[in-house]
T-cell receptor, first 116, second 114 residues
Framework: KAGVTQTPRYLIKTRGQQVTLSCSPI?????VSWYQQTPGQGLQFLFE???????NKGNFPGRFSGRQFSNSRSEMNVSTLELGDSALYLC???????????????FGAGSRLTVL | GESVGLHLPTLSVQEGDNSIINCAYS??????FIWYKQESGKGPQFIID?????DKRQGQRVTVLLNKTVKHLSLQIAATQPGDSAVYFC?????????????FGKGTSLLVTP
């Protein structure tokens, strides 16, 4: 059974550019979440998608956005990149089936973004 | 807002010893807690979880203890092995009724020496 797949694994951008990251969840998982990991702030929740709808959003500016497709694959986009956006962006999927259910999140290896 | 934190940023143990990693949480309404292990260059890997209606749960070589009175969570690793060297995160499920978000602690680095 394939795990959570994130692409690209590494990328370098310059300030002001935008970036799109992709995530393919485990087959059968309908919930996809995104987290940002930095040495200073640790792991911080960005947003969660379930059945193509954003169900929850963390405390990040509007430059961070995402979407989920009908096959549960998800993308996140960061526009007008800033130096502080350099981070490991992690995608996780789960079998969550209800609005308040809690199940194990299975993480991908992440996309390492460097903003110069 | 509510936060989850760890008592010790680094922990060094000898191979074969038992390890205990501690975590304090502040949201008394949290009903689900989870421990992850992250090795260099990889995403977090699930270790064990526990719901608030339990105070102890055991897995293979790992035990999670939950003390709701003092809002404390711990991860015990028995007979620690070099492969256990990693950063360990505790996390709690957030309060939202419409979504699922985990609040992570800062992490504890576990170093196992031979």
């Amino acid at each position: 059974k394939a795990g959570v797949t994130q692409t690209p694994r590494y990328l370098i951008k310059t300030r002001g550019q935008q970036v799109t990251l992709s995530c393919s969840p485990i087959s059968g998982h309908r919930s996809v979440s995104w987290y940002q990991q930095t040495p200073g702030q640790g792991l911080q929740f960005l947003f969660e998608y379930f059945s193509e709808t954003q169900r929850n959003k963390g405390n990040f500016p509007g430059r961070f956005s995402g979407r989920q497709f009908s096959n549960s694959r998800s993308e996140m986009n960061v526009s007008t990149l800033e130096l502080g956006d350099s981070a490991l962006y992690l995608c996780a999927s789960s079998l969550r089936t209800g609005p308040s259910g809690a199940n194990v999140l299975t993480f991908g290896a992440g996309s390492r973004l460097t903003v110069l | 807002g509510e936060s989850v934190g760890l008592h010790l940023p680094t922990l060094s143990v000898q191979e074969g010893d038992n390890s205990i990693i501690n975590c304090a949480y502040s949201n008394s309404a949290s009903d689900y807690f989870i421990w992850y292990k992250q090795e260099s260059g990889k995403g977090p890997q699930f270790i064990i979880d526990i719901r608030s209606n339990m105070d102890k749960r055991q897995g293979q070589r790992v035990t999670v203890l939950l003390n709701k009175t003092v809002k404390h969570l711990s991860l015990q690793i028995a007979a620690t092995q070099p492969g256990d060297s990693a950063v360990y995160f505790c996390a709690e499920k957030g309060n939202s009724n419409s979504g699922y978000a985990l609040n992570f602690g800062k992490g504890t680095s576990l170093l196992v020496t031979p």
